[in-house]
């Protein structure tokens, strides 16, 4: 590939710019008692169960089942659809501001998320930045849930990017490694600083502008995105 070419940026959306986690409900349904909300997330409502939903199933359909097995726990069960909204802290402040600076420069961006349909209008009601983005793929939307391939092959041939020409952002390194597979580089996030300073010491001819450092100072900087490797 020659150097220079990627030129289309595919943010992750929770963990990335969305300060997602169910603890942030959980912990003031339990008192701030950890030991007993973690036992709860590992063996009631778990990240596995919460990943139906993003692949589609309704929340109704998945608190059903789990309340018939947790009786005891059917408010608890309840609340990680009705107060949904509680589980997100608020915006990844650093990697909102990268966002705006690539789309300042003109550059096309896309969102790729596993979320469920249900859930996802909530974040679209609370976050601004989510309309910067040309299309956002939602996984609970297309019934395909990352890392399986189809649903970067519907992201690739709903908004017709070219996957060598495209930078895939995910703090998941199987999900980024997944997105590899198809021609795009796949970045695995971890902070907002690391991820300015990886686009930073790179370049790039066709995503060029100044990145400000965490300092607030700017420095001219090109951006060579198509050999970030993801990060294990």
């Known amino acids: 590939m020659a150097e220079g070419s990627r030129s289309i940026v595919v943010f992750d959306l929770g963990g990335v710019l969305i300060d997602w986690d169910p603890r942030h409900l959980y912990r003031k349904l339990f008192r701030g008692d950890e030991p007993a909300m973690e036992h709860f997330l590992s063996t009631v409502c778990t990240h596995d169960w919460n990943r139906a939903q993003d692949a589609g199933r309704s929340f109704a359909e998945g608190a059903h089942r789990l309340k018939r097995e947790h009786p005891d726990k059917a408010e608890l069960i309840d609340a990680y659809g009705d107060r949904f909204d509680e589980m997100m802290a608020g915006p990844i402040a650093g990697t909102v501001e990268i966002l705006a600076e690539l ?65 895939y952002i995910d703090d998941s390194a199987v999900n980024a490694e997944a997105a590899s597979r198809f021609g795009i580089h796949g970045v695995r996030f971890t902070t907002p600083g690391a991820l300015r300073q990886e686009l930073s010491s790179w370049r790039c001819s ?27």
């Open 206 to 232: 066709e995503i060029i502008g100044r990145l400000r450092n965490p300092t607030g100072s700017v420095a001219l900087r090109e951006i060579r995105l198509d050999t970030m490797i993801v990060k294990q």
């Open 103 to 167: 789309r300042d420069r003109g550059t096309p961006l896309y969102g790729l998320t596993n979320w469920s349909a249900e859930t996802y209008p909530f974040a679209i009601e609370r976050f601004d930045f989510l309309g910067w983005f040309r299309g956002v793929l939602v996984s609970g939307e297309v019934g395909a849930i990352k890392p399986d391939p189809r649903i970067y092959e519907l992201l690739l041939a709903h908004f017709a990017i070219d996957p060598q020409r495209a930078v």
